[in-house]
């Protein structure tokens, strides 16, 4: 005889299960739903704790969901590359359930990147000795208010094809290189002077007026942020030698036809 818990995922849960296919890559889609809120009262156009935070965030979800070769990310979004394991015994996320692994890469993301963003606006705002006393206040603000709110991100995930993985990560690069110019355009001229212009035109109308160029901003600004693993020598009392471990490229390249190969490197 069934029990309830058996019952109801009889006959209400297993209809709408989706798996995803064992034999293919798989791309987890991880988005921070309200960015615009939880970023409103940082530092503009890019505030360096918040993309810290980020980037710590980035390489935790590598280093902890399984199959994973390769992760990215841009001011709002994680984009975790998955090759799934021949190995049987190697299971991803609730034997690949769409629904439960989606909501296990958003519950990741969301307590690791809340926890890592706490702890380093305590420790700025406490330390602190590079900015006057009133930058200071606001920064503590801004900061604490947005620890109130708490960042809330979804997730989603899906079959690719090897080669379109790297279509697909040169079009959320290509999205967050015009976000950062958009970013920079609301920081320098008003929304009328924002509308219907093309994000080469916001370039030159800010650089004409504040004399500020956006190639000049750090790179992992303009074009995100690349996780992968790579050999490390390391040092042991009785042995030394090398691992492979989880490393943050905040200078990644551009993802134009030529740099293929920096993508197939980890998928291949």
């Not at 940082?42 to 360096?48: G, I, N, Q, V």
């Not at 935070?53 to 969901?65: A, D, G, R, V, Y």
């Not at 050999?231 to 042995?239: H, I, L, M, R």
């Amino acid at each position: 005889m069934n029990c309830p818990g058996e019952l109801i995922e009889s006959y209400y849960e297993s209809d709408s299960f989706d798996f995803l296919k064992r034999n293919m890559p798989i791309i987890i889609q991880i988005r921070l739903e309200n960015y615009e809120k939880f970023i409103e009262k940082f530092l503009k156009p890019f505030d360096r704790l918040y993309v810290d935070s980020i980037q710590e965030t980035l390489k935790h979800l590598c280093e902890n969901i399984s199959d994973c070769v390769f992760g990215y990310a841009t001011e709002y979004s994680y984009t975790i590359v998955v090759c799934p394991s021949q190995n049987d015994e190697h299971i991803i996320g609730y034997n690949y359930d769409i629904q439960r692994m989606s909501t296990l890469a958003a519950s990741m993301a969301t307590l690791q990147f809340n926890r890592i963003f706490e702890k380093k606006a305590k420790t700025y705002v406490m330390n602190g000795t590079n900015f006057d006393k009133t930058f200071k206040l606001n920064a503590m603000q801004g900061y604490v208010s947005s620890i109130e709110k708490g960042a809330a991100f979804s997730a989603r995930c899906f079959n690719i094809s090897k080669e379109g993985i790297y279509e697909y990560l040169h079009q959320q690069q290509k999205s967050c290189i015009e976000n950062g110019i958009y970013e920079m355009g609301k920081t320098y001229l008003t929304e009328s002077e924002l509308e219907e212009n093309s994000s080469g035109r916001v370039q030159f109308m800010v650089y004409e007026k504040e004399k500020i160029n956006f190639d000049n901003y750090p790179t992992d600004y303009k074009r995100g942020t690349a996780c992968y693993r790579k050999k490390a020598d390391f040092e042991e009392s009785e042995a030394s030698g090398q691992e492979q471990i989880w490393f943050i490229d905040k200078n990644m390249p551009m993802l134009k036809k030529e740099n293929e190969e920096f993508i197939e490197q980890f998928i291949s």
